[in-house]
């Protein structure tokens, strides 16, 4: 069975009238609700079988964890970090922007702390300060990626 491609909570209809209740988020191979046995849940009831569903999915959104390791296992780099790197490479944040294709708006939420700093930006910058080259290789991919009358 392949991963869903939208939310799913849905009853479906078995041989002997009877109906099993199916549950998946997007991304997740969809699953049937089961009996604290193991056994899968079957209904007379298509309603029945459809509330099953919606209560599993409900269980399943509110038991979804956050890792909680830094970046996937990766110290972030700080926004202090980022400031002063933006400072040496002499560079704006809106230019930064421009360069690794994120709205200017994600720069200043990440120079203020408000959102962490995903761990590509830091290899992406110390990239940038190794050398001129890399920086011209970095704004020939910018200017070659964007858009017609960007």
Not at 80 to 89: D, F, K, P, R, T
Not at 139 to 144: F, H, L, S, Y
Request: hydrophobic share 40%; aromatic share 8%; proline share 7%.
């Amino acid at each position: 069975m392949k991963p869903a491609s939208r939310v799913i909570a849905k009853a479906l209809p078995q041989s002997g009238g009877t109906y099993r209740a199916q549950f998946a988020l997007p991304g997740l191979i969809p699953e049937y609700v089961r009996n604290p046995d193991g056994t899968v849940f079957e209904t007379e009831s298509q309603v029945t079988a459809r509330e099953a569903a919606c209560v599993a999915l409900v269980g399943l959104l509110e038991s979804r964890v956050v890792d909680p390791r830094r970046a996937g296992g990766y110290r972030r780099m700080s926004a202090a970090n980022l400031g002063s790197v933006l400072a040496e490479i002499d560079i704006t944040p809106t230019y930064f922007a421009e360069l690794i294709g994120v709205p200017q708006a994600r720069i200043i939420k990440w120079l203020d702390g408000e959102q962490d700093i995903p761990h590509y930006v830091w290899p992406f910058t110390e990239l940038l300060k190794a050398s001129d080259q890399n920086f011209k290789i970095a704004e020939k991919i910018a200017k070659d990626a964007q858009e017609e009358g960007a």
